[in-house]
């Protein structure tokens, strides 16, 4: 490259207060996740928070290329693109949050080391070193790839609506690299279980627990069997893990309960582990005389499996990192994020982009300062280093 690393830092350094003033910006945002399932008048508020800050980040993003905003159900999603040489780079962001509304009373913290606020790590610390990165290849007069850039307002909650528009980009991409944060030892991620989620319904039959509870069918009771049946169908070796950690069930103390609900998690390494569960639970027979049981969903995102083209994208990230004076590994973790489905339609890569930082989904959420310019520099010379990826 005709920029050298430590040229490439010293530009993140220099522009670092720039970088923070758009950050502050953004995570004055309030941004929760808006599902279409919310209430009318809830899910309106929502919307219009998603919506101001989409519209400052469409101003923001202006500035690289052309910006395509898709109204979807849960919120504005940005799609950015600008023209580049060699391939299709997809650039995936969201700027949703876990965080409801009001529960910060400071959305911008900073100590000597650290700057907290919500979803500052997960993530538009990362979402920002878009721009930034862009902003350097430019002034320093260096190629990029074709860029597709898509900001999104629902992954928190499964990318209800964006996921149709993140897969089908996926289809023209080349290679995709997420812009969520690193493992908390800074490795990058190249690789992430699936996830599934289960709604199961039960019913029984309601009954006086002292008068007559023989002529009930308890749906509590069917509903601990399915969770110990669930529990059964875990693979620890293998990674493979079924929580049950949601139950309702009942309404009287003297009733025999008629209904019972539950919530089940589903994390697996590989898509055949995710099936074979998927399969099981959708299998089951209830144990209780009577009791009906009902299971509902299913994997929402599928594993993302490291591929010899996914270790190459990481490998060239390995060595730029090095050349800025940091190192990072092959990292794997449990949660999902929108490069599960661009690895599942073969689509080569690499998450973790983002900033070092800890507190994920937690009110003590933070990014380390110290790594702010470093991983800025990272992504703008993985970007030039990805012209000639083929």
Partial sequence: MPCVAADTLADFEATLPRYLADLKTLVGFETPSCSARLA?????????????AAAWLEGRFALLGRVERIELPTGPLLKVTRRGRGPNVLLLAHYDTVHPRGSWKTLWREDAEKIYGPGIYDMKGGLLFIPWAVRHLITAG?????LTILLT?????????????ILQEATLADAALVLEAPTRNGDLKVARKGVGLFRVQVKGKAAHQGVEPEKGVNAVV?????????KAQEDLEAGTTVGSNVIRGGFASNVVAPEAELLVDLRAWTEAEARRVEAALAGYRPKTPGARVWVEGGLNRPPMEPTPDSMRLFEIAREEAEALGFEVGPGKVGGGSDGNFTQAKGVPTLDGLGPVGGGAHQ???????ASL?????LLARLLARLVDWR
């Fill in 40 to 52: 009318k008048e809830v899910r309106a508020e929502c919307l219009r928070h998603l919506r101001a």
């Fill in 142 to 146: 260096l190629e990029h790839p074709y």
């Fill in 153 to 165: 307002p629902d992954e928190e909650i499964g990318s209800e609506a964006s996921r149709e528009v």
């Fill in 222 to 230: 069917e509903a601990a069997h399915f969770v110990l049946f669930a």
């Fill in 363 to 369: 009110p003590i959420e933070h990014v380390l300062k």
């Fill in 373 to 377: 310019a470093p991983r800025g520099a």
